[in-house]
């Protein structure tokens, strides 16, 4: 499996963006989709999830109610769309994805086998 993640950029506080990461191959809808950021000096951390095909999604809670994933399994595209950003969310970006993840590991990092190269979004204040 292959990520490419994309839509980062220099965005306004307030503003929006809209990330995609696309995959290869053709068992997408099974995967779990994850987005992770690290700002610089930080360790990377979850952003939010969305689990197998059936695409519940989670969020950690800085996020909730300004972030918002979906799916698109006819694309094998994933989107992470980003409301009311604050300076806080500056860092790259990063989709990951896993086959085989239990709801309980969903933060984890180390519980995605695939990752993309990572898409950097710059809220100015």
């Known amino acids: 499996v292959q990520l490419q993640a994309s839509g980062g950029g220099l965005v306004q506080a307030g503003g929006s963006l809209r990330l995609s990461c696309a995959a290869s191959?053709?068992?997408?809808?099974?995967?779990?989709m994850g987005w992770f950021r690290q700002a610089p000096g930080k360790e990377r951390e979850f952003v939010g999830a969305?689990?197998?095909?059936?695409?519940?999604?989670y969020y950690r809670d800085s996020v909730k109610g300004r972030f918002t994933i979906s799916r698109d399994n006819a694309k094998n595209t994933v989107y992470l769309q980003m409301n009311s950003l604050k300076f806080e969310d500056t860092a790259v970006y990063y989709c990951a994805s896993s086959a085989s993840i239990i709801l309980s590991q969903l933060e984890n990092r180390f519980s995605y086998q695939y990752w993309g190269q990572g898409t950097l979004v710059t809220v100015s204040s």
């Open positions: 969305s689990f197998r095909s059936g695409g519940n999604t």
């Open positions: 191959g053709r068992t997408f809808s099974r995967f779990t």
